[in-house]
């Protein structure tokens, strides 16, 4: 049986730091494309940072030098590092996983496009960022 369970998440002042976790089971999760997603409530999805399964990364233009995505194959582990939060990270934060080595493409201006037809995903964790 696949698992996706997320945690890490919680409430931070503004600056502040938090590192979320993502524990899978029940799929070789070394060949999987993954993902991380926020998604504040009535708004859309977006796909944040994520890695494929050669270990590339790619990040969302209003993380990058900020989030820090990292995952450990003998704890099947997925991570999410995330400094100098902005109250504009709030959002529940989901983890999926997909069977293929790719989970982004990339727009002509160099942005990141990532695909959310993911075939599994995690129950989230709430991220709450104070101004």
């Known amino acids: 049986r696949v698992q996706l369970e997320e945690s890490g998440g919680g409430a931070v002042p503004s600056g502040g730091s938090l590192r979320l976790s993502c524990v899978t089971s029940g799929f070789y999760f070394s060949r999987y494309c993954m993902t991380w997603f926020r998604q504040v409530p009535g708004q859309e999805r977006e796909g944040v940072v994520g890695?494929?399964?050669?270990?590339?990364?790619s990040y969302a233009d209003s993380v990058k030098g900020r989030f820090t995505i990292s995952q450990d194959n003998t704890k099947n582990t997925l991570y999410l590092q995330m400094n100098s939060l902005e109250p504009e990270d709030t959002a529940m934060y989901y983890c999926?996983?997909?069977?293929?080595?790719?989970?982004?493409?990339?727009?002509?201006?160099?942005?990141?496009?990532?695909?959310?037809?993911?075939?599994?995903w995690g129950k989230g964790t709430l991220v709450t960022i104070s101004s």
């Open positions: 999926a996983a997909a069977a293929r080595p790719v989970c982004e493409a990339y727009y002509e201006d160099g942005g990141v496009d990532f695909f959310d037809d993911m075939d599994y």
């Open positions: 890695i494929d399964s050669d270990g590339s990364t």
